[in-house]
């Protein structure tokens, strides 16, 4: 199948297609070469097309939010990138559904808005709901697995399906979305009322050590490694004296040695060299296998 027959199908689900596009534009990383195709959409009908139309056709395709836990590769993407943008927020009670696309931070703010608790750890977490609970995501002794009761997602042939918290067998910074083709398209979660000055007074507190501690002046990935059992990876590349330790332009974090930064111009083949080296010597130094957290994707 051409290219252009590729676009030209995109384009008849009613969708704008940008060809050959820098993904170092949709990544906290600033990195990454060009996708193929990259498409944006807000609506599960158009959504689902493009699924099964990438799916009957085997054409590859990568589905994504706000891309910050991603790094995509020097030589970009082939296929079809699929950004999910839908972001509506609607609140019944205590239950409180998310479409995808909707920003956690903006979520945090809508659940303190109707006196809603049991977000608060996410506050300030750079990444969108459907990113979120594809992962897991978690912070300050919270997770949203915590809160999830449903998900609805597509198919790859974009049929929509229900899952419960059961079924998404939520782990440490995993769940079966990890696992199987599915496409998040919104989140149902069960909040608890409470005080909106006490919850935004947690919120700001959180924020304020994220600001303190992590080094937001700089495009990342957030913590580019996971959690060990019974270690910090961020103490071990610490004691092993990386702080700083630079690969061309990516660096360790002199501010937080669990984050790995762009500093300027870095690549993929900066960032991955560097996580290489640093992954060796905390194994050589403490026996402990440092497994990456942060995503990579394309060729």
């Excluded at 199908?9 to 990195?31: D, N, Q, W, Y």
């Excluded at 006196?115 to 977490?125: N, T």
């Excluded at 974009?158 to 769940?175: C, D, N």
């Excluded at 935004?200 to 501690?213: D, Q």
């Amino acid at each position: 199948m051409s290219g252009s027959d590729i676009a030209g199908a995109l384009r008849a689900f009613g969708c704008t297609v940008k060809e050959a596009e820098p993904m170092s534009a949709h990544t906290s990383f600033k990195i990454g070469g060009a996708a193929e195709y990259f498409v944006s959409t807000t609506d599960i009908i158009q959504a689902a097309l493009i699924l099964r139309y990438c799916s009957e056709n085997q054409i590859p395709l990568l589905v994504m939010g706000n891309g910050s836990n991603l790094l995509v590769s020097d030589s970009g993407i082939d296929g079809v990138v699929l950004h999910i943008d839908a972001s509506t927020i609607d609140v019944e009670g205590t239950r409180m559904t998310v479409q995808a696309g909707t920003s956690l931070i903006r979520t945090c703010l809508a659940a303190c808005e109707h006196g809603l608790s049991g977000l608060e750890f996410a506050y300030g977490i750079p990444g969108t709901m459907g990113g979120g609970v594809y992962m897991n995501a978690g912070a300050y002794g919270g997770q949203l697995s915590d809160v999830v009761r449903s998900v609805t997602a597509l198919t790859a042939r974009g049929e929509v399906v229900e899952l419960t918290a059961e079924q998404l067998a939520f782990g440490y910074r995993h769940s079966v979305l990890m696992e199987q083709p599915l496409t998040v398209w919104s989140v149902t979660m069960e909040l608890k009322p409470d005080d909106p000055a006490l919850i935004r007074s947690r919120m700001e507190e959180h924020m304020a050590a994220r600001k303190a501690k992590q080094p937001l002046e700089y495009p990342s990935g957030g913590s580019f490694f996971k959690r060990p059992e019974g270690h910090f990876a961020g103490a071990l590349i610490e004691q092993c004296g990386l702080k700083g330790f630079a690969v061309g332009g990516a660096q360790v974090s002199e501010k937080h040695a669990g984050f790995v930064i762009n500093r300027g111009g870095a690549t993929c083949a900066d960032v991955m060299a560097l996580c290489r080296q640093v992954q060796e010597q905390v194994k050589a130094k403490f026996d402990v296998s440092l497994e990456r957290e942060v995503q990579l994707v394309g060729r």
